[in-house]
């Protein structure tokens, strides 16, 4: 089955950038969707398509996706920006349709 | 605004069934496909099942399949999953989401979620 892999943790200062990874084969032939998660809420849609931004997603968020690896980018990082992020592609062939990367906690210092 | 509110969760012995409920408002439900996605406590994100639009299919993870039943009913706005068979590695928050589009596979709303838990 497809496999994403995502580093467990990024760390960065207030008005730093955060990028998080996401890697897996070939993933620069699929749309790459990113999700927020802030403890004790629901996951929040902050990039699609690699690198769309829904209505009301600061511009500080873009995504990008090359060869085997995409990236969510987070321009001058805000301590609200903590939370837990997780990549996810559609691979019809895999036992899950849906595939999640296993998430990395972005901490603020 | 678009809501989605689950119910039907509680606590079951294993071999148990439940079925979750999930009431959609605030945009026209009968054009979007509709998921169940999970996370386990202290654990990451498991795409659970979909459902088309019209409800003409049904897709579900090899973990799930056979077990769960995704359904719908367009008249009364509202997204299904009945959850048969249940095991200790079912234990989980059950989120109903929407996708983006008719068949996007990703997920523009969540609701607050439901904590399914299997326990004797």
């Known amino acids: 089955s497809y496999v994403l892999t995502q580093p467990p943790s990024v760390t960065v200062a207030p008005g730093q950038t955060a990028r998080i990874t996401c890697g897996g084969n070939?993933?620069?032939?699929?749309?790459v969707h990113w999700y927020q998660q802030k403890p004790g809420q629901a996951p929040l849609l902050v990039v699609y398509d690699n690198s769309d931004r829904p209505s009301g997603i600061p511009e500080r968020f873009s995504g990008s996706n090359s060869e085997n690896t995409a990236t969510l980018t987070i321009s001058r990082v805000e301590g609200g920006d903590e939370a837990d992020y997780y990549c996810?592609?559609?691979?019809?062939?895999?036992?899950?349709?849906?595939?999640f990367g296993g998430g990395t906690k972005l901490t603020v210092l | 605004q678009v809501q989605l509110v689950e119910s039907g969760g509680g606590v079951v012995q294993p071999g148990g069934s439940l079925r979750l409920s999930c009431a959609a408002s605030g945009f026209t439900f009968s054009s979007y496909g509709m998921h169940w996605v999970r996370q386990a406590p202290g654990k990451g994100l498991e795409w659970v099942a979909f459902i088309p639009y019209d409800g003409s299919d049904e897709y579900y993870a090899d973990s799930v399949k056979g077990r769960f039943t995704i359904s719908r009913d367009n008249s009364e706005n509202t997204l299904y999953l009945q959850v048969n068979g249940l095991r200790a590695e079912d234990t989980a928050l059950y989120y109903c989401?929407?996708?983006?589009?008719?068949?996007?596979?990703?997920?523009?709303?969540w609701g607050q979620g439901i904590l399914v838990t299997v326990s004797s």
């Open positions: 070939t993933i620069g032939s699929k749309r």
């Open positions: 996810q592609v559609w691979d019809s062939r895999s036992d899950h349709f849906v595939v």
């Open positions: 989401a929407k996708d983006r589009r008719s068949r996007g596979w990703f997920f523009d709303c």
